[in-house]
């Protein structure tokens, strides 16, 4: 008799997926939109992208529109996983690293920390090892198409390694910060490390110096 864990990894090598799927997680048939509250209109003007808290030098990093589009592009090939269970596999990622932001308004020395805020004030926070990650990079393209308006036109963080919502759409900036601080799902009871491989999807499954009170 096969067991149903033995079905579920036939299905997964059926699939062609193997060891690639997180647990828990299921390909779903396309690629879903989720997010909270209605997708901003985009207002190319007025648009801009800044780097501020506690930078090394005090300054602001500001790119407009047009001085963001002359940044360096970098692709990546990655799996996105959501916490509602879906994951979307071999997306391939074009936009600028978050090291080339780092690189150009670098966080002072104390800096732990960082939050990355996007339109109508959604924000998500991660330890600054993990925002400088190599994979993660400011997106603007999957797989050689902008991104449509509900998948975060013109610009979204992807952060590969985590799950989806430590990726805001309509992201507008990064906070350096000097002390964890929760973002808008880690506040409502999402983990606040976000690590698929290990299901921390909520923040009653943390463990002490996971994070902030
Ligand atoms: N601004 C913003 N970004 C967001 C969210 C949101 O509610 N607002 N939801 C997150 C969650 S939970 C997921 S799973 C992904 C979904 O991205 P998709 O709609 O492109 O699949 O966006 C993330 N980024
Ligand atoms: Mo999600």
Redesign the pocket.
């Known amino acids: 008799m096969t067991s149903p864990l033995d079905r579920l990894g036939a299905r997964k090598r059926a699939q062609g997926v193997g060891d690639r799927l997180p647990p828990g997680q299921y390909i779903p048939r396309g690629?879903?939109?989720?997010?909270?509250?209605p997708v901003?209109k985009w207002k190319p003007e007025t648009w801009d992208f800044k780097v501020f808290g506690e930078t090394a030098d005090g300054e602001l990093g500001r790119w407009t529109w047009e001085e963001f589009g002359r940044l360096p592009t970098t692709s990546v090939t990655a799996d996105?996983?959501?916490?509602?269970k879906?994951s979307?596999l071999g997306n391939v990622w074009t936009g600028v690293s978050t090291r080339t932001f780092l690189e150009a308004a670098p966080p002072a020395a104390d800096v732990t920390h960082v939050l990355v805020w996007?339109?109508?004030g959604?924000s998500?926070n991660l330890r600054l090892s993990d925002f400088a990650d190599e994979g993660a990079l400011f997106v603007t393209h999957r797989d050689g198409e902008p991104?449509s308006p509900?998948?975060?036109f013109p610009v979204?963080?992807v952060v590969p390694h985590l799950?989806?919502?430590?990726?805001?759409?309509?992201?507008r900036g990064v906070e350096y910060l000097t002390a964890d601080r929760r973002g808008?799902?880690e506040e409502r009871g999402?983990h606040n490390l976000a690590d698929p491989w290990q299901e921390q999807r909520y923040s009653y499954q943390e463990e002490p110096g996971d994070g902030p009170d």
């Open positions: 690629w879903p939109v989720l997010h909270y509250g901003p996105l996983h959501c916490v509602t879906f979307v996007a339109e109508y959604y998500a991104l509900d998948h975060g979204r963080l799950y989806a919502w430590k990726g805001p759409k309509w992201a808008f799902w999402y």
